[in-house]
């Protein structure tokens, strides 16, 4: 049987900015190893260490790639969030990034 794996990138740094525009990422799907489009991940987000509404926002959502934002609020800065892309057929086969939102300065 074939076996999978999940892994998420993103240009630049895991690091999201308060207020900025939302910042694109990129699940890779890999099948034995070798990197394959034939499927597709669900994505989600939660905050790390935080209780309370969750910090970020997610948008534009495809089978493998979304879009992630924080809103102006300074008293989020420090805080990460959690980025979560499951393989859609295999909940037991997902990767975990860690955002960390940081000031627009």
Known sequence: TPSYAVGITVKK???????S????FTAV?????????????????KNKDYTGETMA???????????????????YIG???VLTATLADDSTVFCNLDVLIISLM
Do not use: F, Q
């Open 79 to 81: 805080y990460s969030v």
């Open 21 to 24: 525009s939302a910042k694109p």
């Open 29 to 45: 799907i890999y099948e034995n190893g070798t990197a394959i489009t034939t499927k597709s991940v669900t994505w989600s987000v």
């Open 57 to 75: 926002t997610l948008s534009d959502m495809t089978g493998t790639t979304c879009k992630l934002s924080v809103p102006n609020n300074n008293a």
């Open 13 to 19: 740094s895991a690091r999201l900015k308060v207020g």
